[in-house]
């Protein structure tokens, strides 16, 4: 079953960090652009941020820019969000998706697998 596992959210206070982990089972990551997305109640699902296939190449939203990191490792099969200074409007459900293009790209009907998404909750 071709799959994409996220894990790491949970309740954290502002200020506080989090690893998210995005793994890949049943494919290998090594051939997809990798996006974290994330939705909070009542709102639209934005893009956070994204890595190419090689790693070589990130973007991230103006929202996260200088906090979040992005990374990958692809001989875990698995990519990770690195959030720092987190605040209470990061507060969502983060979700990983796969693209089969050396790039991410910014429509999400065009990714081929997401995630079943992990709760963010910033909070004191």
């Known amino acids: 079953q071709l799959q994409l596992v996220e894990s790491g959210g949970g309740l954290v206070q502002p200020g506080g960090s989090l690893r998210l982990s995005c793994a890949a089972s049943?494919?290998?990551?090594?051939?997809?652009?990798i996006g974290w997305f994330r939705q909070a109640p009542g709102k639209e699902r934005e893009g956070v941020s994204c890595i190419s296939r090689s790693g070589g190449s990130t973007n991230y939203a103006d929202s996260v820019k200088g906090r979040f990191t992005i990374s990958r490792d692809n001989a875990k099969n698995t990519v990770y969000l690195q959030m720092n200074s987190l605040k209470p409007e990061d507060t969502a459900v983060y979700y990983c998706a796969a693209i089969a293009k050396y790039y991410c790209s910014p429509h999400r009907l065009e990714y081929d697998y997401w995630g079943q998404g992990t709760q963010v909750t910033v909070s004191s």
């Open positions: 049943g494919f290998t990551l090594h051939y997809y652009a």
